[in-house]
C-alpha cells in the first residue's frame, strides 16, 4: 500500500513564502516522479511542479517557473514545494501526487499519477 501525507498550507500574507512537503510510504519504486497540482475552485487541477526521484531532476508548470521550487529528501522520502512570494492567485488546494514511471518529463496531467495525497489548503490575503 502507498501513501501519500502532506504537511504545510495555511494562510499566508501576499509577498510571504510557504513550504509545503510530502511523505511518501510503503513499497515505491525508486523509479518514481513526484509531482505537486494546484487546484482552485471551479477549475481543474494544474500541473505546478514535479520532481524525479533518481536524478532530481525538476519540471515546472506553464508561469510556474521561478514562482516555485521542487526538492526533495530522498533519506527521507519527502518532496517540497516551496514560494518566495505567494499571490492572491496562488491560492487552493495542494495536492502531491506519485507516479510510477521511468522518467518525469512528460508527467504533466494528473491522469498521469496513481496516487495521492490528502491535500492542503493554501489562502492568500491580499
Known amino acids: 500500500q502507498v501513501n501519500l501525507v502532506q504537511a504545510g498550507g495555511g494562510s499566508v500574507q501576499a509577498g510571504e513564502s510557504l513550504r509545503l512537503s510530502c511523505t511518501i510510504s510503503?513499497?515505491?519504486?525508486?523509479?518514481?516522479?513526484m509531482g505537486w497540482f494546484r487546484q482552485r475552485p471551479g477549475e481543474e487541477r494544474e500541473g505546478v511542479a514535479r520532481?524525479?526521484?533518481?536524478?532530481?531532476?525538476?519540471y515546472y508548470g506553464d508561469s510556474m517557473k521561478g514562482r516555485f521550487t521542487i526538492s526533495q529528501d530522498y533519506a527521507q522520502n519527502t518532496v517540497y514545494l516551496e514560494s518566495s512570494s505567494l499571490q492572491p492567485e496562488d491560492a487552493g488546494m495542494y495536492y502531491c501526487?506519485?507516479?510510477?514511471?521511468?522518467?518525469?518529463?512528460?508527467?504533466?496531467?494528473?491522469?498521469?499519477?496513481?496516487?495521492w495525497g490528502q491535500g492542503t489548503q493554501v489562502t492568500v490575503s491580499s
Open positions: 501526487a506519485a507516479a510510477f514511471r521511468p522518467s518525469c518529463y512528460s508527467a504533466k496531467r494528473p491522469s498521469d499519477y496513481g496516487y
Open positions: 510503503g513499497t515505491t519504486p525508486d523509479r518514481r516522479c
Open positions: 520532481i524525479y526521484i533518481p536524478t532530481s531532476s525538476p
